[in-house]
């Protein structure tokens, strides 16, 4: 597992457990479910990427533009 997949790999992992466990607050889960999301973004540009198919950049800006909306409904 190369570094780069690391840093990402537990940046999901540490959102997943901060989300599982700091539920008291709307806010905090709201982080821990964008921090989750950021991650994914990474993820899916990275293996876009990687694999150079242009068909597949689509993906991590959907799930970007899905995110935000996800934040400012819950914000709202």
Not at 23 to 47: K, V, Y
Not at 64 to 69: G, K, M, Q, T
């Amino acid at each position: 597992m190369t570094p780069v997949h690391f840093s990402f790999t537990s940046a999901f992992i540490l959102g997943l457990m901060g989300l599982a466990f700091h539920r008291t607050h709307l806010l905090s889960a709201l982080l821990c479910l964008e921090g989750m999301m950021l991650s994914l973004f990474i993820a899916l540009s990275l293996w876009a990427l990687q694999m150079e198919a242009t068909g597949y950049s689509v993906a991590p800006m959907l799930l970007l533009a899905f995110s935000a909306c996800e934040a400012s409904a819950g914000l709202a």
